[in-house]
Protein backbone atom coordinates (compact mmCIF):
# COMPACT_ATOMS: atom_id res chain seq x y z
CA UNK A 1 0.00 0.00 0.00
CA UNK A 2 1.89 3.44 -1.24
CA UNK A 3 0.71 6.57 1.00
CA UNK A 4 -0.32 9.02 -1.23
CA UNK A 5 1.17 12.14 0.63
CA UNK A 6 4.70 11.16 -0.01
CA UNK A 7 5.76 13.01 -3.14
CA UNK A 8 7.92 12.70 -6.15
CA UNK A 9 11.38 13.77 -6.55
CA UNK A 10 11.61 15.75 -9.80
CA UNK A 11 14.43 17.28 -11.41
CA UNK A 12 14.29 20.49 -13.40
CA UNK A 13 15.97 21.62 -16.23
CA UNK A 14 18.41 24.21 -14.64
CA UNK A 15 17.88 27.05 -17.31
CA UNK A 16 13.90 26.70 -16.80
CA UNK A 17 14.83 28.11 -13.28
CA UNK A 18 17.42 30.26 -13.98
CA UNK A 19 17.85 31.24 -17.70
CA UNK A 20 20.91 33.25 -17.44
CA UNK A 21 24.03 32.39 -15.93
CA UNK A 22 25.04 35.88 -14.27
CA UNK A 23 22.30 37.57 -14.22
CA UNK A 24 19.85 35.39 -12.58
CA UNK A 25 22.06 32.26 -10.90
CA UNK A 26 24.72 34.56 -9.87
CA UNK A 27 22.40 37.18 -8.61
CA UNK A 28 20.42 34.63 -6.75
CA UNK A 29 23.03 32.95 -4.87
CA UNK A 30 24.39 36.80 -4.01
CA UNK A 31 21.15 36.74 -2.00
CA UNK A 32 20.91 32.91 -0.96
CA UNK A 33 24.52 32.77 0.09
CA UNK A 34 23.01 30.54 3.02
CA UNK A 35 22.21 27.78 0.65
CA UNK A 36 25.32 27.38 -0.01
CA UNK A 37 27.16 27.89 3.71
CA UNK A 38 24.59 25.21 4.89
CA UNK A 39 25.69 22.88 1.99
CA UNK A 40 29.42 23.80 2.79
CA UNK A 41 29.20 24.25 5.95
CA UNK A 42 30.85 27.19 6.25
CA UNK A 43 29.72 30.63 6.91
CA UNK A 44 30.57 32.98 4.03
CA UNK A 45 29.31 36.50 4.43
CA UNK A 46 29.83 40.30 2.35
CA UNK A 47 29.30 38.55 -0.75
CA UNK A 48 30.10 40.85 -3.84
CA UNK A 49 29.14 40.31 -7.57
CA UNK A 50 31.50 40.48 -10.77
CA UNK A 51 34.66 42.07 -8.69
CA UNK A 52 37.84 42.46 -11.00
CA UNK A 53 40.62 40.19 -11.44
CA UNK A 54 43.27 41.94 -13.16
CA UNK A 55 41.28 41.94 -16.74
CA UNK A 56 38.72 39.58 -15.57
CA UNK A 57 36.05 39.55 -13.74
CA UNK A 58 34.79 37.49 -10.39
CA UNK A 59 31.37 36.00 -10.26
CA UNK A 60 31.11 36.24 -6.62
CA UNK A 61 33.80 37.18 -3.86
CA UNK A 62 33.15 36.38 -0.21
CA UNK A 63 34.58 36.56 3.20
CA UNK A 64 34.40 33.50 5.30
CA UNK A 65 34.54 34.07 9.22
CA UNK A 66 37.98 35.29 9.37
CA UNK A 67 37.92 37.80 7.17
CA UNK A 68 40.19 35.44 4.23
CA UNK A 69 38.65 35.94 0.60
CA UNK A 70 37.03 33.31 -0.95
CA UNK A 71 36.14 33.11 -4.51
CA UNK A 72 32.86 31.67 -6.29
CA UNK A 73 32.81 30.43 -10.08
CA UNK A 74 29.57 29.66 -11.35
CA UNK A 75 28.93 27.40 -14.02
CA UNK A 76 25.61 26.26 -15.31
CA UNK A 77 26.99 23.62 -17.42
CA UNK A 78 29.28 20.70 -17.44
CA UNK A 79 32.72 21.68 -16.02
CA UNK A 80 35.57 22.76 -18.91
CA UNK A 81 39.25 23.76 -18.70
CA UNK A 82 38.36 27.13 -19.21
CA UNK A 83 36.73 27.45 -16.42
CA UNK A 84 39.26 25.65 -14.12
CA UNK A 85 41.68 28.20 -15.49
CA UNK A 86 39.55 31.03 -14.43
CA UNK A 87 38.98 29.49 -10.63
CA UNK A 88 42.74 29.21 -10.33
CA UNK A 89 43.75 32.45 -11.94
CA UNK A 90 41.22 34.37 -9.34
CA UNK A 91 42.16 32.93 -6.61
CA UNK A 92 45.82 34.10 -7.04
CA UNK A 93 44.82 37.23 -8.10
CA UNK A 94 42.41 37.86 -5.17
CA UNK A 95 44.52 36.51 -2.99
CA UNK A 96 42.18 33.95 -1.54
CA UNK A 97 42.05 31.71 0.73
CA UNK A 98 39.24 28.94 -0.72
CA UNK A 99 37.73 29.01 -4.23
CA UNK A 100 34.24 27.24 -4.82
CA UNK A 101 33.44 25.75 -8.41
CA UNK A 102 29.75 25.62 -8.87
CA UNK A 103 28.70 23.06 -11.83
CA UNK A 104 25.77 21.09 -13.21
CA UNK A 105 27.91 18.16 -14.15
CA UNK A 106 31.58 17.42 -13.30
CA UNK A 107 33.43 16.08 -15.36
CA UNK A 108 35.77 13.07 -13.87
CA UNK A 109 39.07 14.94 -14.74
CA UNK A 110 37.90 18.06 -12.81
CA UNK A 111 36.63 16.18 -10.00
CA UNK A 112 40.76 14.68 -9.94
CA UNK A 113 42.38 18.08 -10.58
CA UNK A 114 40.19 19.60 -7.55
CA UNK A 115 41.25 16.98 -5.61
CA UNK A 116 44.93 17.22 -6.29
CA UNK A 117 44.57 21.62 -5.80
CA UNK A 118 43.66 20.17 -2.39
CA UNK A 119 46.72 17.91 -1.34
CA UNK A 120 49.24 20.02 -3.68
CA UNK A 121 48.47 23.86 -2.27
CA UNK A 122 47.67 25.58 0.89
CA UNK A 123 44.41 26.60 -0.25
CA UNK A 124 40.86 25.07 -0.53
CA UNK A 125 38.73 23.73 -3.10
CA UNK A 126 35.40 23.17 -3.49
CA UNK A 127 33.55 21.15 -6.69
CA UNK A 128 29.67 21.75 -6.26
CA UNK A 129 26.75 20.02 -8.23
CA UNK A 130 23.99 22.38 -8.76
CA UNK A 131 20.34 20.88 -9.65
CA UNK A 132 17.00 22.11 -9.70
CA UNK A 133 14.19 19.93 -7.97
CA UNK A 134 10.69 20.29 -7.00
CA UNK A 135 7.86 17.97 -5.29
CA UNK A 136 4.64 17.97 -7.91
CA UNK A 137 3.59 21.17 -8.26
CA UNK A 138 5.74 22.95 -5.71
CA UNK A 139 8.49 25.86 -6.61
CA UNK A 140 11.52 24.19 -7.61
CA UNK A 141 14.67 24.11 -5.06
CA UNK A 142 17.91 24.47 -5.42
CA UNK A 143 20.28 21.07 -4.64
CA UNK A 144 23.77 21.77 -4.15
CA UNK A 145 26.07 18.48 -3.57
CA UNK A 146 29.86 18.95 -2.51
CA UNK A 147 31.44 16.70 -4.79
CA UNK A 148 35.17 17.59 -3.99
CA UNK A 149 36.62 19.64 -0.44
CA UNK A 150 39.12 19.52 1.20
CA UNK A 151 40.19 18.04 4.49
CA UNK A 152 42.47 17.51 7.04
CA UNK A 153 43.91 14.08 5.78
CA UNK A 154 43.96 15.64 2.03
CA UNK A 155 46.30 18.34 3.07
CA UNK A 156 48.44 15.75 5.45
CA UNK A 157 48.43 13.21 2.33
CA UNK A 158 49.58 16.42 0.10
CA UNK A 159 52.19 16.87 2.49
CA UNK A 160 53.87 13.71 2.34
CA UNK A 161 53.50 13.29 -1.45
CA UNK A 162 55.37 16.52 -1.24
CA UNK A 163 57.96 15.47 0.86
CA UNK A 164 58.14 12.47 -1.27
CA UNK A 165 59.46 14.52 -4.17
CA UNK A 166 61.24 16.33 -2.44
CA UNK A 167 63.51 13.34 -0.92
CA UNK A 168 63.38 12.09 -4.37
CA UNK A 169 64.83 15.26 -5.77
CA UNK A 170 67.57 15.45 -3.39
CA UNK A 171 68.93 11.68 -3.73
CA UNK A 172 68.80 12.02 -7.34
CA UNK A 173 71.18 15.32 -6.63
CA UNK A 174 73.19 12.99 -4.55
CA UNK A 175 73.80 10.28 -6.83
CA UNK A 176 74.63 12.96 -9.98
CA UNK A 177 77.15 14.54 -7.17
CA UNK A 178 78.50 10.96 -6.43
CA UNK A 179 79.27 9.21 -9.47
CA UNK A 180 80.49 12.65 -11.43
CA UNK A 181 83.19 12.33 -8.53
CA UNK A 182 86.56 11.04 -10.46
CA UNK A 183 87.36 8.83 -8.06
CA UNK A 184 84.03 6.82 -7.63
CA UNK A 185 85.26 5.41 -11.20
CA UNK A 186 83.57 2.17 -10.80
CA UNK A 187 80.17 3.81 -11.21
CA UNK A 188 80.40 6.33 -13.40
CA UNK A 189 78.62 4.62 -15.78
CA UNK A 190 75.70 4.77 -13.66
CA UNK A 191 72.95 6.67 -14.91
CA UNK A 192 71.94 9.21 -11.59
CA UNK A 193 68.12 7.65 -10.00
CA UNK A 194 65.86 8.93 -7.24
CA UNK A 195 66.09 5.58 -5.27
CA UNK A 196 67.82 4.93 -1.81
CA UNK A 197 70.69 3.00 -3.84
CA UNK A 198 72.33 2.94 -6.98
CA UNK A 199 74.58 -0.12 -7.81
CA UNK A 200 76.85 -2.54 -10.07
CA UNK A 201 77.64 -5.92 -10.79
CA UNK A 202 80.67 -7.31 -8.45
CA UNK A 203 81.71 -9.72 -12.02
CA UNK A 204 79.83 -12.13 -10.19
CA UNK A 205 75.95 -12.77 -11.04
CA UNK A 206 73.62 -11.83 -8.36
CA UNK A 207 76.73 -9.98 -5.66
CA UNK A 208 76.10 -5.94 -6.80
CA UNK A 209 78.68 -3.51 -5.19
CA UNK A 210 75.86 -0.70 -4.28
CA UNK A 211 76.49 2.46 -2.89
CA UNK A 212 73.34 3.57 -0.25
CA UNK A 213 71.72 6.74 1.49
CA UNK A 214 69.14 7.78 3.45
CA UNK A 215 68.80 10.97 5.81
CA UNK A 216 71.59 10.68 7.96
CA UNK A 217 73.45 7.50 6.88
CA UNK A 218 75.08 6.49 3.83
CA UNK A 219 77.38 3.82 2.99
CA UNK A 220 78.74 1.03 0.20
CA UNK A 221 78.22 -2.56 0.18
CA UNK A 222 78.25 -5.99 -1.50
CA UNK A 223 74.59 -7.34 -1.60
CA UNK A 224 73.88 -11.05 -1.94
CA UNK A 225 70.74 -11.69 -3.69
CA UNK A 226 70.76 -14.40 -6.91
CA UNK A 227 67.53 -13.46 -7.45
CA UNK A 228 64.00 -16.45 -7.03
CA UNK A 229 64.68 -19.20 -5.04
CA UNK A 230 68.18 -18.18 -4.20
CA UNK A 231 67.52 -18.24 -0.53
CA UNK A 232 70.24 -21.16 0.51
CA UNK A 233 72.49 -19.83 -2.33
CA UNK A 234 72.86 -16.28 -1.29
CA UNK A 235 73.68 -17.76 3.12
CA UNK A 236 76.11 -20.32 1.22
CA UNK A 237 77.53 -17.36 -0.63
CA UNK A 238 77.61 -15.29 2.54
CA UNK A 239 79.22 -17.85 5.33
CA UNK A 240 82.14 -18.30 2.47
CA UNK A 241 83.13 -14.85 2.84
CA UNK A 242 82.52 -14.71 6.49
CA UNK A 243 84.79 -17.40 6.47
CA UNK A 244 87.26 -15.01 5.33
CA UNK A 245 86.08 -12.26 7.30
CA UNK A 246 89.45 -11.56 9.34
CA UNK A 247 91.59 -11.86 6.01
CA UNK A 248 89.35 -9.39 4.28
CA UNK A 249 89.24 -7.05 7.26
CA UNK A 250 92.82 -6.24 7.63
CA UNK A 251 92.88 -2.60 6.11
CA UNK A 252 89.47 -1.96 6.25
CA UNK A 253 88.52 2.15 6.63
CA UNK A 254 86.05 1.51 8.71
CA UNK A 255 83.98 -1.13 10.85
CA UNK A 256 82.58 -3.77 8.76
CA UNK A 257 78.91 -4.78 9.04
CA UNK A 258 78.46 -8.71 7.98
CA UNK A 259 74.82 -9.14 7.79
CA UNK A 260 73.34 -12.53 6.67
CA UNK A 261 69.64 -11.33 7.34
CA UNK A 262 68.70 -14.53 8.67
CA UNK A 263 64.95 -15.11 7.57
CA UNK A 264 65.27 -13.21 4.29
CA UNK A 265 66.14 -13.97 1.26
CA UNK A 266 69.65 -11.55 0.59
CA UNK A 267 72.24 -11.10 2.31
CA UNK A 268 74.74 -7.97 2.67
CA UNK A 269 78.24 -6.44 3.75
CA UNK A 270 78.38 -3.31 4.36
CA UNK A 271 80.78 -0.26 5.57
CA UNK A 272 77.97 2.32 6.87
CA UNK A 273 79.14 5.89 6.57
CA UNK A 274 77.86 8.93 9.09
CA UNK A 275 75.86 11.31 7.55
CA UNK A 276 73.14 11.35 4.46
CA UNK A 277 71.04 13.49 2.16
CA UNK A 278 69.38 15.68 4.89
CA UNK A 279 72.72 16.47 6.40
CA UNK A 280 74.37 20.15 5.04
CA UNK A 281 75.37 20.19 1.58
CA UNK A 282 78.69 21.78 2.47
CA UNK A 283 79.56 18.30 4.16
CA UNK A 284 78.36 16.16 1.11
CA UNK A 285 81.44 16.24 -0.54
CA UNK A 286 83.66 15.19 2.88
CA UNK A 287 80.91 12.33 3.64
CA UNK A 288 80.93 10.99 0.11
CA UNK A 289 84.60 11.30 -0.09
CA UNK A 290 84.38 8.98 2.86
CA UNK A 291 81.38 6.72 0.75
CA UNK A 292 83.29 6.27 -2.10
CA UNK A 293 86.74 5.52 -0.04
CA UNK A 294 84.48 2.71 1.46
CA UNK A 295 83.36 1.13 -1.78
CA UNK A 296 86.63 1.02 -3.46
CA UNK A 297 88.05 -0.91 -0.64
CA UNK A 298 85.40 -3.27 -0.55
CA UNK A 299 85.83 -3.83 -3.92
CA UNK A 300 89.29 -4.84 -4.09
CA UNK A 301 88.75 -6.66 -0.56
CA UNK A 302 86.61 -8.77 -1.84
CA UNK A 303 87.53 -9.44 -5.34
CA UNK A 304 90.09 -12.17 -4.87
CA UNK A 305 87.76 -13.88 -2.42
CA UNK A 306 84.96 -13.68 -4.72
CA UNK A 307 87.12 -15.48 -7.59
CA UNK A 308 87.17 -18.68 -5.34
CA UNK A 309 83.70 -18.95 -3.98
CA UNK A 310 82.10 -22.10 -5.13
CA UNK A 311 78.52 -21.77 -6.45
CA UNK A 312 76.77 -22.47 -9.57
CA UNK A 313 76.40 -20.42 -12.60
Excluded at 91 to 98: K, V
Excluded at 101 to 110: D, F, L, Q
Excluded at 113 to 141: M, Q
Aim: one cysteine or more; a negative charge; aromatic letters at 8%.
Amino acid sequence: MTDSTIGKLQRVPLREVWKHEAYDFTQWLQENIDVLNSALDLNLVNVDREQAAGSFSVDLVAEDEGGATVIIENQLEKSNHDHLGKLITYLTAMAARAAIWIVSEPRPEHVAAVAWLNESTSADFYLVKVEAVRIGESPAAPLLTVIVGPSQETKTVGQQKKELAERYDIRRNWWTILVGRPDAKLHAHITPGSYSWIGTSSGVRGLGLNYTVNQDECGAELYIDRGKDSDEENKLIFDQLYAAKDEIEKSAPAPVSWERLDGRRASRIKIPVQGGYRSSEEDWGKIQERQVAAMNWLDQALKPHLKKLKIGN
